[in-house]
Structure formats: structure tokens, C-alpha cells
């Protein structure tokens, strides 16, 4: 009888260290798994986005650099900057609006985008200021239903040029001065008075446009190497003639066409 007792307490200490281990197990396994979670968090962690598009845009190049001067449409719209170094970023209309809030020239500023092949041309996807606010291309495209309209008198200027103007798809389209003025002009036109656009000529303009803090820019219709010496040229951005009078589509009226 001794026997069986000291047998029967045995078998209960056993199962009361079975089950204080297991506690103890369970109680380790809970505080483990609270040491190894902040360990863990850095992977999933992400940075503070300060804009959302559909569009991820890491994939693509990063570009820093200084900000030189804006690129004005000569109605006085943010179409680009140029960068330290000579490169020519362009950003679309709907990101010119908000851009000149976020940057200024003097600024560095990054930009993602697709650079150039040959040419010191950059297409700025996402620009990224000093301060970390980020202007986005959303893809979303404002139809234009009138050529941009400019007033008041025509502007003269005159400068060294400093280099070519190039458009988002590469075509030449005007001249840089030196002075930061930017000179718009019809692509065909280019061609045409190529000898007159040479880096380091001087170079007098006249045209509408417009000149205020963010820059200078003119859509022009003279050119020369002095005042005396002027050549006409045709004006870039015209709108395309309508019908003709008298033809059997003057008088109608319809959707309004996008330029």
C-alpha cells in the first residue's frame, strides 16, 4: 500500500512539472515573439509618401541638379526648367501648374524621368522639391479648345544665345539667351534661319509674350543679328485656318476643336 502511494505522488509531480514546463514554454515562446516583431519592422516599414498616383515611379531614373531658370510658353506657362549642366527638363501643362509653387530657380530639386539618347533633353515624370513636396505626372490631360492667347505689345530682345530650345519630343523649337530669355519659334522656321540660331551669335527677337518674375519668353515674328537686319518669320502655334468664306462649312457650327 506504502507503495502505490509513494508511486501515486511520483506520477503527480511528474505531471505538475509537465504542465509548469509547458507554461514556462508558452510563457518564453510570447516574450519571444515581442523581442523579434521590432526587428521585423524595418522591412515593412515605408517612408512618408507625400503624393499617390497610379503609376510607381522608383523604377525610373533619378536626377539632381540645381534649378537654372524655368522654361516659359511665351503666354507665360511652366513647361520645363533648365538644370545645372545644361539639361532641359520638360514637364506637361498640368504639372507646370503646380511646379513654380514648390521650386524656384536656385533650388535642387529631383526628377525621375526618362533622359534623352542624344540629346540634353530630360522627360520629367516626378520633380521632387527642397522640402520634399513632389509634383506627379497624373496622366490626365486638360483639353485645349483655343491656341494659348497673348496680350499686349510685342516684346525686344536681344542676347547672345547661349543654346537651342528643344521641345518634349526633341524637335528644336527657338533658342536660350544668355540672359535666360527664351525664344519660341515654329519648328519649319528653325530650318530655315538655322545660321541665324548658332550658339554664341548674337541674336536680336520680336514678338508677343510675356515678362515677369518667373522669366521671359516670346513667340517670335522677327529675327536678326541686329535691329536693322530683321527677318519675318512665320509664328509658331498659330491656329489653323478654318474654312474658307463662302464654302459650304463656314457657317456651320460645331464641337469645338482641339488644338
Known amino acids: 500500500m506504502r507503495h502505490h502511494f509513494f508511486t501515486f505522488v511520483a506520477l503527480l509531480s511528474f505531471s505538475v512539472a509537465i504542465v509548469m514546463s509547458s507554461k514556462s514554454y508558452a510563457s ?47 503666354g507665360g506657362a511652366v513647361i520645363g526648367f533648365i538644370l545645372g549642366g545644361g539639361y532641359q527638363v520638360f514637364v506637361t501643362p498640368e504639372e507646370g501648374y503646380a511646379f513654380a509653387g514648390i521650386v524656384k530657380p536656385g533650388d535642387t530639386v529631383q526628377v525621375r524621368g526618362l533622359k534623352g539618347g542624344t540629346l540634353p533633353v530630360i522627360r520629367a515624370f516626378e520633380v521632387i522639391g527642397p522640402d520634399g513636396r513632389v509634383v506627379r505626372d497624373t496622366f490626365i490631360t486638360m483639353p485645349q479648345y483655343s491656341p494659348e492667347i497673348i496680350a499686349g505689345p510685342d516684346l525686344v530682345l536681344h542676347g547672345e544665345i547661349w543654346m537651342p530650345l528643344y521641345t518634349m519630343d526633341g524637335r528644336v523649337a527657338g533658342v536660350i539667351l544668355k540672359n535666360h530669355a527664351v525664344i519660341h519659334l515654329a519648328p519649319a522656321e528653325v530650318v530655315r534661319v538655322a545660321n541665324m540660331l548658332k550658339p554664341g551669335h548674337m541674336l536680336y527677337a520680336v514678338g508677343a509674350g510675356c515678362n515677369g518674375v518667373m522669366g521671359t519668353a516670346i513667340s517670335a515674328r522677327e529675327l536678326g543679328p541686329t535691329l536693322d537686319k530683321m527677318t519675318p518669320v512665320a509664328v509658331g502655334g498659330a491656329p489653323p485656318p478654318g474654312p474658307a468664306a463662302g464654302s459650304i462649312n463656314y457657317d456651320v457650327i460645331g464641337p469645338p476643336t482641339t488644338y
Open 28 to 74: 518564453v515562446s510570447e516574450k519571444s515573439s515581442h523581442v523579434l516583431s521590432p526587428s521585423v519592422k524595418p522591412l515593412v516599414k515605408t517612408k512618408k509618401v507625400t503624393s499617390q498616383g497610379v503609376y510607381d515611379f522608383s523604377s525610373l531614373h533619378l536626377f539632381t541638379g540645381k534649378v537654372i531658370q524655368f522654361l516659359l510658353s511665351p
